[in-house]
């Protein structure tokens, strides 16, 4: 990638994360809903990662109206712990969802320990709100077997919805099959479903949260039929780290060599797949603000654009995949646009999914429980300092992963890191994996990663990030996951 798309990368990505602050802050003075309570509008992508940023003209729109929160870390680069993270606020080592399956992760494991009972949706139905999910939930869902959990009033949920059409939805109870039909493209589904919601909604004069949870950019990366052809020619960017190795690098990628002219091809390929699959997210976002604008709505309805975790394609000489602690994985974007949102301004400090839980219960009015471990943005969103914030975002990874049966299960080549804790700050990443291994990256100057530098820590140093993620993977609270 040349120094120029990198730069315009950049700052699309900056501002992106400016909208996610914005869009949370409330106009207390708004008319639309009882009590002056903001919609809210959460759009959750699957496997997207920043680089996408650039072919989502609605995302970029919403940026330019927001606040940019410049560390925004998911806890783990794994669709089920990150997405049981955020509807929770609790980390992976108090939701108890560290994989995608089995007794540590899934669906099963989230129900099976009555996390489901206790999200953000619970919080704010009981604060009044007419709440919907729709798209993807958790892996292990079926929505032939599983019912609907609490906290919905609307519920439109896939299992497997992969490949975005031959798909059973969910809708309230009912199980209906959608087959191979253009409008049965699962995305589109979700769109025409959500503007209904708003609109009924609206109507009966009630303050709405909806989660639009789709598949799409997760492979086989599957676009809307009217997307299959476009950006001929395009290519995965190609910066630094691109088919390069990181000094000292873990026993888990050490070995890797250089990618093939095959897996770049490939590589070339699936990106340009991924950037046609969000053409779809965009479009329905379109759709969703033409609602709200319908609805007379827009100007109260806080819009949050995120992703469960990032994605790599090429990047330390590893095929397309997820799941590491480098930032291609676990640093997203989080775009929020609503009332009273200062455009332009960045947020540096860091915050991460656990987070997104008590500022939707501190906008709608509604309490905290004790167990959430996230704190609200709504000071950050505010432009008014909290007296004491986090330094550091927690990421929880259980590893390798050989579950034939999880969609995510790392294909070769593409990277399957062993059980690892870590924490990123501002400018650094600190790794320490079951095994002893460690790694350390200072990214103020190498921000692509490609140095390790655990082995050459100050004494001290070592001690204190040491010291610091041991304190984070055993905290349980707001308070005590404040390091």
């Known amino acids: 990638m040349s120094r120029r798309a990198r730069l315009f990368l950049n700052s699309v990505l900056v501002l992106a994360l400016a909208t996610t602050a914005a869009a949370c802050t409330t106009d207390s003075s708004s008319p639309a809903t009882p009590g002056g309570k903001p919609n809210i509008v959460l759009v ?3 496997d997207l990662s920043m680089n996408l940023l650039p072919y989502l003209p609605h995302v970029q729109e919403l940026a330019r109206n927001g606040t940019t929160f410049a560390d925004y870390t998911v806890t783990d680069s794994l669709c089920c712990p990150s997405r049981s993270s955020l509807f929770t606020g ?10 995608n399956g089995g007794q540590d992760g899934g669906y099963g494991a989230f129900h099976g320990r009555g996390d489901d009972k206790s999200t953000y949706a619970t919080s704010l139905q009981q604060a009044g709100y007419h709440t919907a999910m729709m798209g993807k939930y958790l892996n292990g869902y079926d ?4 019912g609907v959990p609490p906290g919905w009033n609307e519920w439109d949920v896939a299992g497997n919805g992969y490949g975005e059409f031959n798909y059973d939805l969910n809708e309230n109870g009912t199980v209906k099959h959608y087959g191979k039909a253009p409008e049965d493209y699962l995305v589109d589904v979700m769109a025409g479903k959500a503007a209904q919601f708003v609109t009924g909604s609206a109507a009966a004069h009630t303050p709405f949260a909806i989660e639009l949870a789709t598949f799409a950019p997760h492979g086989p990366y599957t676009p809307a039929p009217r997307d299959a052809d476009a950006f001929p020619g395009l290519t995965a960017p190609r910066g630094p780290a691109f088919d390069t190795l990181p000094s000292s ?5 050490a070995s890797r060599t250089p990618l093939t002219d095959k897996e770049k091809k490939t590589i070339d390929k699936d990106f340009r797949k991924r950037a046609q699959a969000v053409q779809s997210v965009d479009k329905m976002i379109g759709t969703v603000e033409a609602a709200l604008d319908e609805a007379g709505v827009r100007g109260t309805t806080d819009i949050v654009f995120t992703s469960d975790n990032g994605y790599h394609m090429g990047e330390y000489r590893l095929t397309p995949g997820k799941q590491t602690a ?7 974007p989080l775009v929020v646009a609503g009332p009273g949102v200062k455009a332009g301004a960045t947020v540096d400090q860091p915050v991460e999914n656990i987070d997104l839980r008590p500022t ?3 906008v709608a009015g509604a309490s905290t429980p004790s167990q959430v471990d996230g704190e609200s943005l709504v000071p950050l969103l505010t432009g008014t300092a909290p007296p004491a914030w986090r330094t550091v975002g927690l990421v929880e990874h259980h590893g390798p992963d050989f579950d034939r049966t999880d969609p995510d299960k790392p294909k070769k080549n593409s990277g399957n890191p062993t059980t690892y804790e870590a924490i990123r700050g501002t400018g650094f990443t600190y790794v320490e994996y079951a095994d002893g291994t460690k790694e350390y990256y200072d990214r103020g100057p190498d921000p692509q990663e490609l140095h390790n530098t655990a082995a050459q820590l100050p004494p001290d140093k070592a001690k204190q990030l040491h010291d610091t993620l041991q304190a984070m993977v055993s905290c349980h609270g707001a308070a005590a996951c404040r390091h």
């Open 44 to 46: 959750l992508t699957d």
């Open 143 to 146: 929505p032939k077997a599983d």
């Open 326 to 332: 480098f930032d291609t994985d676990v640093h997203v």
């Open 360 to 362: 939707f219960e501190q």
């Open 249 to 253: 690098a873990p026993s888990w990628l």
């Open 90 to 99: 609790m980390l992976p080592h108090d939701t108890g969802v560290f994989t």
